[in-house]
């Protein structure tokens, strides 16, 4: 191979890199930016809070925001005024505020355990005493398992049978009672704990079927906890903008609208005429309510939320006849004096959700323990006769009965239709209502108590996480009336003692349609905004064990590991009820005229946020921002204080989409000149190499009588088709490039090869050496006598296979090493948020052919390298072999031969790549001095198995 056809090569493969290169290059910017562009904008850009608003714990994970609103101090506000202030301004599209009222108290409720009996005269249930006994167990899901949360009734046994009472009836012609007995089914309950507590028997009467019907059911029931209270934050919107902001997902806010609307117009009054009757719409606010879902909450809102006001004074209550009472079309009794309606209390929309309480699973067996036949429910209730079964346990194959208690609850309405029977009977059927409405506490959760991981909590923390939290727990809270279950809380109790969020008494909260977190937004999509409100509360395990991979469910409590999506949504005018300014916590603002990302587009952002900073205001600008995963430890989870570990959030990463586009931009303009450098080093290099072999062509011709400028002129022509090819590619590499780096990078290694060659001719040219007296490498010094001296000679004899074998060497460590480097530095400035997993995906595989070109091109001139040491050495390998040599002693001269000429390379590369290392910040160290030690090591073990690939042929 002579120094023209490397020249060429080395010329060719610089051109192709330079427009390769560049275009890739361009491509990794326009993937990017594309990725970035579909991915940057939520659906507002803006986040408004009072100074303060936000807690510190933005502050302490590098600017990371919990999703909803676990991050709001709630210690100050954004007035009225101010509010006006923004949403009036011209560059705003949408200002949709956002206030929170309170921790909403959904009650307890209890289901009714007992018996229903069809046509009981007939069938002969009744006629024995009989004894039950069993419990409702409820489970829930906790994320992990069923876990046990309580059992009701505790110890108790059931005793139904025929009960003696005497029956009061009022006898309207002779004005007078008159009383009667009569058997009639009866239900009693007997308490064994307390029992055994208080030495005595516990019975009570948990109701009869007096003044029934024999042919209709006996219905007998006692009632019991199911559902454990639970607690959930109340917010208010204001519904049009609220649906502006959320766009068509936005769809359950409607009839929100429409009964805001409803109650401005025609205020809460009651409405005329018959409940079921149709209407225009909006003249009554009870078509707005579902009457079947809800037909006490329709009656209350048809009436205003009004109530009869009995006087005591006025009313002869002894005349009244309750039997034929009648009632006008304002509800009031026809005939009675001294009774009046008053409005109970505001009416409050709502829309709730509908995820709020998690899975609960009721299994309920009460078996029939005994049957005392003769006997009523009185000689039965008898500890001679019920003494010897109430401290038996129940059959273990007595039937259970399943029942999912979340598919039958009522989201925030204080009733439940479900119910459990004794054996052989029926579900006695009611709505089972808790005995306290619900209420919102003046309290709000507070923000968790967190530290950052240390030690050995910070070696197990998972991988890939932005932060490393451990929470600090605040102690137990008890779910269930045996106080049997209880759950560890993380988030201390906030009091607002500026104001009293309690509703004033009376106050009818009307549910007016429902949403899904998760459903309203694209919680799965690249971008997010934070306190957006309709993302579900998730959380992963990821502590290796049992409940890797379990999901974990909100708390009852509402102040446990995750803060759920708002309970309770409901309008700013409602929320007047509650007090009588207007202080919004939180305004969410999109910015009118902003589409696609751009640096003009993130500058108006900006100036508008500027505008709302002048107001006294904080504002982050969230545009831009992405999910990124948060590791976060919870110690003490389980109720014998054991810790559950690591589990994995996702909080809001503020200006990701920048982050990112900075990050990988970077990354692909360092491959680009890493690249382009590595090549044309090669190509310069080549050049270089040739002078010692033009100089003796020069003095060859001026020794014919050549003058110098012929001499230079002669070199120049040859180097002129380089020259030409260079050229050529730079410039179509530059009128294809449509950015700046892309241009200069192409140009600059383009000028490096011209500058070289124009070097290389006028040097070599302007040498003085004389043919006679070019020193030749393998004539001086002592004889080479060992295949080893032979072999090391014939490798010196060939400079230009040295040159090209250690440039390459040293192109492929570089370009290796800094491809390595690059990517996982990018990596790790991107972070781990969606948008950057995004982007980083579309970006590796252009960056990675980037890569591979320009160590193909190493690779090329390695193997160009061999070649000619081995070619050039050719002949004397030849006359080695036909002086006698053996196979053994030629591959020992070979092999020498090769790592000799290797050894140049080898080192230069070793020299460079560490002291690179030294000298970059490199968290990575374990892959990048890999790629420096196995680079070298890869190149001499080809050396090896090209010698002895050759010896074959020689």
Request: with cysteine.
């Amino acid at each position: 191979m002579t120094r023209t056809f490397a020249a060429l090569l080395t010329c060719l493969l610089l051109g192709v890199t330079m427009i390769a290169a560049s275009q890739i290059t361009e491509q990794t910017g326009a993937a990017v930016q594309t990725t970035v562009s579909e991915n940057w904008r939520g659906h507002y850009d803006l986040l408004v809070t009072p100074q303060g608003g936000l807690t510190d714990s933005a502050e302490e994970t590098g600017g990371l925001i919990e999703q909803n609103f676990a991050s709001l101090t709630g210690e100050a506000h954004i007035t009225e005024y101010e509010l006006d202030s923004i949403a009036t301004m011209p560059e705003v599209e949408v200002a949709a505020p956002l206030a929170f009222i309170g921790q909403f108290a959904s009650p307890a409720l209890e289901a009714p355990v007992g018996a229903m009996v069809e046509e009981w005269d007939e069938n002969g249930f009744f006629d024995d005493a009989r004894a039950f006994k069993g419990a409702v167990s409820i489970m829930y899901d906790d994320g992990m398992q069923l876990r046990h949360l309580q059992s009701s009734p505790s110890e108790s046994l059931f005793l139904t049978g025929l009960d003696n009472v005497t029956i009061p009836e009022w006898d309207p012609e002779a004005g007078e009672t008159t009383y009667s007995s009569e058997d009639v089914p009866s239900l009693k309950i007997f308490d064994v704990v307390e029992s055994i507590r208080c030495e005595c028997d516990t019975w009570r009467d948990a109701g009869n079927a007096e003044n029934q019907d024999p042919d209709q059911p006996a219905v007998l029931y006692d009632t019991f906890e199911v559902v454990p209270e639970l607690y959930s934050s109340m917010v208010a919107v204001d519904p049009q903008s609220e649906r502006e902001l959320i766009g068509e997902a936005g769809g359950f806010l409607d009839t929100l609208i429409e009964f805001e609307e409803a109650q401005r117009s025609t205020g809460e009054e009651p409405c005329e005429g018959d409940p079921l009757a149709e209407r225009p719409p909006g003249e009554c606010l009870a078509d707005l309510v579902d009457r079947e879902r809800y037909p006490h909450i329709h009656e209350r809102v048809f009436s205003g939320n009004s109530e009869l006001i009995w006087d005591d004074a006025d009313t002869d209550f002894e005349a009244i006849d309750w039997e034929d009472l009648d009632f006008d079309e304002d509800g009031l009794p026809i005939g009675v004096d001294g009774v009046e309606h008053v409005q109970a209390g505001p009416i409050i929309p709502i829309v709730y959700s509908e995820t709020e309480y998690p899975e609960l699973i009721a299994e309920a067996a009460f078996p029939e323990m005994a049957v005392f036949e003769g006997l009523d429910l009185d000689a039965a209730s008898e500890y001679e006769n019920y003494g010897e079964i109430v401290y038996e346990d129940p059959p273990a194959d007595a039937e259970v009965h399943t029942v999912n208690i979340t598919e039958n609850l009522v989201p925030f309405i204080p009733q439940l239709n479900v119910g459990f029977a004794l054996e052989g009977t029926e579900e006695p059927t009611r709505f089972a209502e808790a005995e306290t409405a619900q209420v919102t506490p003046d309290w709000m959760p507070g923000r968790i108590q967190r530290s950052e991981a240390e030690g050995e909590k910070l070696e197990d923390a998972p991988e890939n996480v932005e932060a490393a939290l451990v929470n600090e727990p605040q102690g137990f809270h008890v779910l269930d009336a045996e106080r049997t279950s209880r759950e560890q809380r993380y988030r201390p109790w906030y009091r607002n003692l500026d104001f009293d969020a309690r509703p004033p008494n009376g106050t009818l909260l009307v549910p007016v349609d429902s949403y899904t977190p998760g459903e309203v937004i694209d919680v799965d999509s690249a971008s997010y905004v934070p306190l957006g409100l309709y993302a579900p509360a998730e959380s992963t395990i990821v502590q290796p064990g049992e409940h890797e991979g379990g999901n974990l469910p909100p708390s009852f409590s509402g102040r446990g590991a995750l803060l759920n999506s708002p309970g309770v949504i409901t309008t700013l005018d409602a929320y007047h009820s509650y007090r009588e300014e207007l202080r919004v916590d939180v305004v969410r603002v999109r910015v009118a005229g902003v589409e696609e990302y751009s640096p003009e587009n993130l500058n108006r952002i900006g100036e508008v946020a500027s505008h709302i900073e002048d107001l006294g205001l904080e504002v982050r600008v969230v545009a831009g921002s992405s999910l990124a995963p948060v590791g976060v430890y919870l110690p003490e989870f389980f109720e014998d204080r054991t810790d559950l570990g690591w589990t994995v959030e996702e909080w809001t990463s503020l200006g990701a989409a920048v982050q990112v586009e900075d990050a990988q931009l970077t990354a692909s303009w360092l491959l680009l000149t890493v690249a382009l450098a590595g090549v044309a080093t090669l190509a310069c290099a080549v050049q270089l190499a040739g002078i010692r072999t033009r100089r003796k062509e020069a003095a060859l011709l001026t020794s014919l009588g050549w003058p110098r400028t012929r001499v230079r002129r002669w070199f120049l022509s040859e180097d002129l088709p380089l020259a030409i090819m260079t050229t050529a590619a730079a410039t179509l590499a530059i009128l294809l490039s449509t950015s700046i780096l892309p241009r200069v990078a192409a140009a600059s290694a383009a000028a490096a090869l011209l500058v070289t060659i124009l070097v290389t001719a006028i040097g070599a040219a302007s040498a003085k050496t004389q043919p006679g007296r070019s020193r030749n490498v393998s004539s001086s010094g002592a004889a080479a006598r060992t295949p080893s001296g032979i072999g090391r000679r014939l490798a010196l004899a060939s400079p230009l296979a040295m040159t090209l074998s250690a440039l390459s060497l040293l192109v492929l460590v570089s370009t290796a090493s800094a491809f390595v480097v690059v990517i996982l530095t990018s990596r790790t400035q991107a972070g781990v948020t969606r948008i950057a997993n995004l982007v980083n995906a579309e970006v590796l595989l252009p960056q990675t052919v980037l890569a591979a070109g320009a160590v193909t091109a190493g690779v090329l001139m390695f193997g160009m390298g061999i070649r000619q040491s081995l070619r050039q050495a050719g002949r004397q390998h030849v006359m080695l072999r036909a002086v006698g040599w053996s196979r053994h002693d030629l591959g020992t001269c070979l092999r020498t031969q090769l790592l000799t000429s290797l050894l140049p390379g080898v080192a230069l590369s070793l020299l460079f790549g560490l002291a690179a290392l030294a000298a970059m910040d490199v968290t990575a160290v374990g892959p990048v001095s890999l790629v420096i030690l196995g680079v070298p090591l890869i190149a001499i073990a080809v050396a090896l198995s090209w010698a002895a690939r050759h010896i074959r042929s020689v």
